[in-house]
């Protein structure tokens, strides 16, 4: 597949995996302003209505590993597409819902519909081009997945004081069903990789464990890190952990394979995508907090205000491509996490008006490229056969990560 050239058909993949990304990211973030009203409406408390983000975030985060060990075994397109229209989905139930278990039901839908999505349209984006054109690829379609993340606090409040908060998922079916149509004109580059396919049990242990994990992590800060219910969670997170890992090591097709775990620049790449998503997270809750609480701007000139960083974090994506075509990726993965998790830590100094024009269009450009970069340099060290896999445990860890920094 890397020698494959350039053709129609791959940039009906890289559209159709930004769009869908796009969205995915979107409505990660969109609801933050809109908790209140949205608890209001369901007749449900502040902390009952977070679960609206916790629930869909957990979900994505815990089945990443799962979609795409599925993408590599029954194919990047196929699984690709069936994210795509689960999501879609998904999110008219959300936009439907006149309760809160309904709308609850309707994230975790959509959690499942992304965690298949995202590995297998990473995956699907590095088969359908070629080997010098990966990262440029990769990196276009992060950037405008990007822009999701950056804008979904600022669209989804402004949406919800307008339309109301419905139309945060409504509104996106339109470019969910774009992405789904690209999808159904891409045909089949090939057969699936001829891998043994493993059971169930294996990805449902991993995903309880690392859900178990993040429940903790998200929660414990409200319940009490050293309360009842929350070690418990936690407890059962690495009793999960613990089975899977003994029934990978007697197992002959392990869920994780052990082609990875031996492959250090993976790692690194990994390791270090996990530090720039919590970085940027934090970024992303710390800007707009610090120019509504500490500078006294409206919801509304705040978001001006951080339209330059916006375009920045978004411009990331397309800078990391460039940056790791033709040469290591991890390198330039290193220097744009430390400049990013060095601007995040800035936020919390007392800066003045000139080094916070700086510190948060930098911030919001090296954060953009570490993100990118991270999944890049995970994919090119990983084997062909093995880019669905080596997306989900890297998206998988980003994620988590990205919720430990919120």
Request: positive net charge.
């Amino acid at each position: 597949m890397g020698t494959t050239p350039r053709t129609r058909a791959s940039r009906r993949a890289l559209w159709a995996f930004a769009l869908a990304a796009f969205c995915v990211q979107l409505d990660a973030f969109a609801l933050t302003f809109a908790l209140p009203t949205i608890g209001r409406d369901l007749g449900a408390g502040q902390q009952s209505a977070a679960l609206v983000v916790s629930g869909y975030l957990l979900t994505c985060g815990s089945l990443m590993i799962a979609g795409g060990r599925l993408a590599d075994a029954y194919g990047r397109r196929p699984v690709f597409a069936a994210g795509v229209a689960l999501f879609g989905a998904a999110s008219l139930l959300c936009g439907l819902s006149t309760s809160l278990p309904v709308l609850l039901a309707g994230r975790v839908g959509q959690g499942v519909g992304a965690a298949l999505l995202m590995p297998a349209g990473l995956a699907l984006v590095s088969e359908r081009h070629p080997a010098a054109d990966r990262a440029r690829a990769t990196g276009r379609a992060l950037g405008i997945a990007g822009l999701g993340t950056v804008l979904g606090p600022l669209v989804g409040g402004a949406v919800t004081d307008t339309a109301g908060w419905r139309w945060v998922f409504l509104g996106g079916l339109g470019v969910v069903a774009a992405a789904l149509l690209l999808t159904a004109g891409l045909g089949d580059a090939g057969r699936p990789a001829a891998r043994q396919r493993s059971g169930v049990r294996g990805p449902v242990l991993a995903a309880g464990a690392v859900g178990a994990v993040a429940l903790y992590a998200d929660r414990a800060p409200e319940w009490g890190w050293t309360a009842p219910a929350p070690v418990l969670v936690l407890a059962c997170g690495f009793g999960l952990a613990g089975v899977f890992a003994a029934g990978e090591r007697r197992t002959k097709r392990p869920v994780l394979d052990p082609r990875l775990w031996r492959e250090h620049r993976y790692l690194l790449a990994v390791a270090l995508g996990a530090v720039a998503n919590a970085a940027a997270v934090r970024w992303l809750v710390a800007a707009p907090a610090l120019l509504q609480h500490t500078w006294g701007l409206t919801a509304g000139t705040a978001g001006l205000a951080l339209a330059v960083p916006v375009l920045a974090f978004a411009a990331g994506g397309p800078l990391a491509g460039r940056l790791a075509t033709g040469r290591p990726a991890v390198p330039p993965l290193a220097v744009a996490t430390v400049a990013g998790g060095a601007a995040a830590l800035a936020l919390a100094l007392p800066l003045g008006w000139a080094p916070l024009a700086v510190v948060l269009p930098v911030g919001g450009l090296a954060l953009g490229a570490a993100n990118a970069l991270a999944l890049i340099a995970a994919q090119r060290a990983a084997p062909d056969e093995l880019a669905g896999e080596a997306s989900g445990i890297a998206k998988t860890a980003i994620t988590v990560a990205g919720g430990l920094g919120a």
